[in-house]
T-cell receptor, first 114, second 112 residues
Framework: DAGVIQSPRHEVTEMGQEVTLRCKPI?????LFWYRQTMMRGLELLIY????????DSGMPEDRFSAKMPNASFSTLKIQPSEPRDSAVYFC????????????FGEGSWLTVV | KQEVTQIPAALSVPEGENLVLNCSFT??????LQWFRQDPGKGLTSLLL?????REQTSGRLNASLDKSSGRSTLYIAASQPGDSATYLC???????????FGKGTRLSVIA
């Protein structure tokens, strides 16, 4: 398997622009996670899906953030409008089950908002 | 709310040394525990998974232990090598149906 695939790997955008991050989980994995990593706060869970259904979005910082999973092989994280404080690395991860299963991460999307 | 602390935040050791990385949870109700490695500019790679019924796991030069009663875990690296230089993160869920909570990691540098 190719692993978790994220795109774009790097994005630089201007404040106020819309940003869309994409993720393809590992085939057969029922859970998909979106994390954000910063030096100050470490790795934070934003939202996770089970069988394409959002289970917990309490980590989404504000209404500017939204995530969708239209099918088992694709998810998006959208920021609209973007702000400089959104600059971070955004990781997508997937796993077969929450209990006792290894979680696999993508390489991350490095976002810079200027 | 579960919080994970990793000590030390950074560590530099000469090649060949044995070392221990620490991880502790504010809520000792940890279901299982994973240790991850993150190289600069990369995602996280799972190293070891200690299942809920286990106390430790070993893979090569790595050994991880979990003490649920105290909410602590350690990662032991034997005979460290420059290739071990990376950030090591621990993570665990509080139950079998909750997602992982991560520590901020320990940045390890092994000097040749």
């Amino acid at each position: 398997d190719a692993g978790v695939i994220q795109s774009p790997r790097h994005e630089v955008t201007e404040m106020g622009q819309e940003v869309t991050l994409r993720c393809k989980p590992i085939s057969g994995h029922d859970y998909l996670f979106w994390y954000r990593q910063t030096m100050m706060r470490g790795l934070e869970l934003l939202i996770y899906f089970n069988n394409n259904v959002p289970i917990d979005d309490s980590g989404m910082p504000e209404d500017r953030f939204s995530a969708k999973m239209p099918n088992a092989s694709f998810s998006t994280l959208k920021i609209q409008p973007s702000e400089p404080r959104d600059s971070a690395v955004y990781f997508c991860a997937s796993t077969r089950a929450l209990s006792g299963n290894t979680i696999y991460f993508g390489e991350g999307s490095w976002l810079t908002v200027v | 709310k579960q919080e994970v602390t990793q000590i030390p935040a950074a560590l530099s050791v000469p090649e060949g040394e044995n070392l221990v990385l620490n991880c502790s949870f504010t809520d000792s109700a940890i279901y299982n525990l994973q240790w991850f490695r993150q190289d600069p500019g990369k995602g996280l790679t799972s190293l070891l998974l200690i299942q809920s019924s286990q106390r430790e796991q070993t893979s090569g030069r790595l050994n991880a232990s979990l003490d649920k009663s105290s909410g602590r875990s350690t990662l032991y690296i034997a005979a460290s090598q420059p290739g071990d230089s990376a950030t090591y993160l621990c993570a665990g869920p509080t139950s079998g149906n909750t997602p992982l909570v991560f520590g901020k990691g320990t940045r390890l540098s092994v000097i040749a």
